[in-house]
């Protein structure tokens, strides 16, 4: 049973732990022979509360808030990248550090094999407890995280192999440290590289994509969405400090930045919204980990079916016009293409 639940889900709450002690109290041979005598069907019971539980899950799940939307992408038993590649990918082999100064633990990649194929998979990874959070820095990427994910997409360049990336992490790090180490010129990089690698990109976003720390290994041909996950510039808090100094306005900020999944497709953003079980996906991993499944087999045969310059052209344009102007007299002249070197050995 789950344990954890939002404030917003108080009385399914309630109503999973009475079902769980009816549960209990029904294998009790003594409970289930007083049951009897006063003519009371526990089952009866059981499956009346999961009928009432199953409704009310359907009333506040079809009318989420936007920041309730971020408290479900940051839930705390919301699969993690690490819990979707035990499911969805087999043999896979983690590859570590950035070959420079050191191994970022809150970027996780490597070699593995999806539908029979090998691939390359990358994502950022959060944790449960508070060691491995100190270890993975709450999923917030430093510098040598992202060039880490650079050195993997640039070896499945090399050896033609299809990308998968997962995306979930409050933003990149953001202290001294990380900007003496160049956080900024990494991402930057990563961007202009991840534009010119000429094999399929697929990239979903699972939880949070927050800012420069999603956006920097975020450059694929198609971007999917969880549908309780959240892609914004900057978290609700940050936001709500900057505009009023009140970080307690975070649900304020949530509505004014357009962070939902919903949000994402009407502007073009991502391609497409995966729907998560009733409850959110920590609800039923093995389900949503089949959506993704199926995804990702449909998304891949279709990418696979393009060659590489038809390949870098659509991404191109696709993160080209993203993007609104409301004056046609600020609208930007047209920007030459990045231009792909090869390398000898290419």
């Not at 989420?64 to 992408?73: E, G, I, N, S, Y």
């Not at 050896?159 to 440290?177: Q, R």
Request: glycine letters at 6%.
């Amino acid at each position: 049973m789950l344990n954890k639940h939002l404030d917003f889900e108080k009385e399914i709450g309630e109503l999973d732990a009475l079902i769980a002690e009816l549960k209990h109290l029904s294998t009790d041979p003594s409970v289930r022979a007083d049951a009897a005598t006063k003519q009371i069907d526990i089952e009866a019971r059981i499956a009346e509360i999961e009928a009432l539980r199953q409704e009310k899950l359907c009333q506040i799940f079809s009318n989420l808030t936007p920041w309730q939307k971020v408290q479900m992408a940051r839930h705390v038993e919301r699969p993690y990248t690490l819990d979707y590649l035990r499911i969805l990918f087999q043999d896979f082999l983690e590859l570590h550090g950035d070959r420079i100064n050191a191994d970022d633990a809150a970027i996780v990649g490597g070699l593995a094999k999806f539908g029979g194929q090998s691939v390359v998979v990358i994502g950022h990874q959060k944790a449960r407890d508070l060691k491995e959070r100190q270890l993975r820095n709450f999923g917030s990427a430093r510098p040598a995280g992202f060039r880490k994910a650079l050195r993997l997409m640039q070896m499945a360049q090399k050896f033609k192999k299809p990308i998968f990336v997962f995306v979930d992490t409050p933003a990149a790090e953001a202290n001294l440290m990380a900007e003496e180490e160049g956080i900024s010129r990494t991402i930057a990089l990563c961007l202009q590289e991840m534009v010119l690698i000429s094999v399929p990109i697929i990239v979903v976003v699972i939880g949070e994509g927050g800012s420069g720390g999603a956006l920097g290994i975020a450059v694929g041909d198609k971007i999917l969405m969880l549908e309780h996950a959240v892609y914004s510039v900057i978290p609700p808090e940050g936001c709500a400090a900057i505009l009023w100094n009140d970080r307690t306005r975070a649900a304020d900020a949530s509505d004014a930045l357009k962070l939902t999944a919903q949000h994402a497709l009407e502007f073009g953003i991502i391609d497409e919204i995966l729907p998560e079980p009733l409850g959110g996906a920590h609800r039923n991993v093995g389900e949503m980990a089949e959506t993704l499944r199926e995804a990702f087999t449909r998304t891949l045969a279709e990418l696979q079916r393009y060659s590489a310059d038809i390949l870098l052209e659509n991404r191109y344009q696709k993160f080209r016009n993203l993007g609104m102007w409301d004056d046609p007299a600020l609208v930007l002249p047209e920007t030459p293409k990045p231009r792909r070197t090869r390398t000898r050995k290419e």
